[in-house]
């Protein structure tokens, strides 16, 4: 079993960049594929982008993938979700999750943090 912290969120000004970092306790975390997800108000929850268990796979969303990068630490059970050039509508709750398969689908991933809310003002 898996659990799972966010920390970073908070309010940003549009143009701005966000670092969340996603804290794993735990054991086995390296056999993991990490998600990141994010929920904005009245919306379904989508895939931001996700990391292989070892790091050295990653995967991102076409609509975002020129502004992120995912990255892990496997011994520090850490996982890292950096965005650029904030939009207004990246306004969100984030979300990081861990699931046994490489998935892109939200309703596979077994284990979530709380959420952490960020806010981009314009």
């Known amino acids: 079993q898996v659990q799972l912290a966010e920390s970073g969120g908070g309010l940003v000004q549009a143009g701005g960049s966000l670092r969340l970092s996603c804290a794993a306790s735990?054991?086995?975390?390296?056999?993991?594929?990490m998600g990141w997800f994010r929920q904005p108000p009245g919306q379904e929850r989508e895939l931001l982008g996700k990391i292989t268990g070892s790091g050295r796979g990653t995967y991102y969303a076409a609509s975002v993938k020129d502004r992120i990068s995912i990255s892990r630490d496997n011994d520090r059970k850490m996982v890292t979700l950096e965005m650029l050039r904030l939009r207004p509508e990246d306004t969100a709750v984030y979300y990081c999750a861990a699931s046994e398969s490489y998935s892109s689908n939200w309703k596979t991933y077994e284990y979530w943090g709380q959420g952490t809310q960020v806010t981009v003002s314009s």
């Open positions: 735990g054991r086995a975390f390296n056999t993991y594929a």
